[in-house]
């Protein structure tokens, strides 16, 4: 099986998408003869094989549905799990704050069902590598499930273990913590990451991160983020264009710091200073409407 952006028609093997009334998405794998049972009636994949993307079809009872290829974000919401999952609101932000892209190699611990995994996955390309710690055995094996489904595994090194007796891996280009307690890892975390190397992790509650921030200052992190992800939807209707009726709102709070290496002799920024230099405002000469946040 096959997670295919690049062609223009279905074939066997590929993953798709068929999307029908009121926006419901079934995601499958094509193989000749399969069967697609829904409550708007059967869709075979044979009728499926061979046709462009994007191509409107009917189910034997001709309720319309539509074929796709699934979007990374599709197969993240859609990803078999026994714990919560990282959102795509989330991960996104993750991957283009944190710089993940080809040839990386990105560490994280806490591999849970595979979703930010596979995220990883996908961005480091085929020259890069992604090595996931995890301490439960029967979430491994879901995630390599997962990340096999989609035919990303063989860009992730899975290991066993629990984080702190430390990682093997030095100097890599990002690590992210997914775990209750990272301010119990800051070291190890320090030891793995190359200086300047991107650092990131997601907590449910703001009394976690209250024990996270000095652990970070503690071990010469700086550039420290902390921020939530909001995100609302609209319905795209021209006559009664207004939000929908729920959203999905809190679900982690972010953090993300940079390990720096500190000159002998050099100022350092005090906790004061740190915190008086949340929200200062550049109001630029030349346009004094434009105010960036810093």
């Known amino acids: 099986m096959t997670w295919n952006l690049k062609g223009t028609h279905a074939q066997e093997g590929d993953i798709a998408e068929l999307v029908g009334l009121s926006h419901k998405h079934f995601l499958i794998t094509l193989k000749a003869d399969g069967e697609l049972h829904t409550h708007r009636g059967v869709v075979y994949h044979n009728d499926l094989i061979g046709l462009p993307w994007g191509s409107e079809l009917a189910s034997h009872t001709g ?7 699934p979007a990374l974000g599709d197969l993240l919401k859609e990803t078999p799990r026994n714990t919560q999952i990282m959102y795509p609101k989330e991960i996104g932000y993750i991957l ?4 993940i892209g080809p040839g990386m190699h990105v560490l994280e611990a806490g591999t849970g069902s595979g ?17 996931s710690y995890e301490a439960r055995p029967e979430m491994q094996n879901l995630a390599r499930k997962n990340l096999t489904r989609i035919g990303l595994v063989d860009r992730v090194n899975f290991k066993l273990g629990n ?6 891996e030095k100097n890599v280009d990002a690590l992210f913590l997914d775990v209750p307690n990272p301010y119990d890892y800051i070291a190890q975390v320090r030891a793995a990451l190359k200086p300047g190397g991107f650092f990131g992790c997601i907590l449910p509650t703001a009394n976690q991160i209250s024990r996270l921030l000095p652990e970070l200052r503690r071990y010469q992190f700086s550039f420290v983020d902390v921020l939530e992800i909001l995100i609302r939807f609209y319905k795209p209707e021209p006559d009664r264009f207004r939000p929908v009726d729920r959203m999905i709102a809190h679900t982690g709070y972010l953090i993300f710091g940079r390990p720096i290496i500190k000159l002998a002799g050099a100022e350092t920024e005090t906790e004061a200073e740190a915190e008086d230099n949340q929200g200062d405002v550049i109001v630029d000469d030349n346009d004094e409407t434009e105010m960036d946040l810093i």
Not at 96 to 99: D, K, L, P, R
Not at 115 to 131: D, H, I, K, P, Q
Not at 163 to 168: A, H, K, L, T, V
């Open 163 to 168: 984080i702190s007796d430390g990682f093997e």
């Open 63 to 69: 309720a319309p549905f539509y074929l796709l290829q």
């Open 96 to 99: 283009v704050n944190m710089g």
């Open 115 to 131: 979703s930010l995994t596979t995220a990883f996955a996908y961005a480091v390309g085929e020259n890069g590598r992604v090595t």
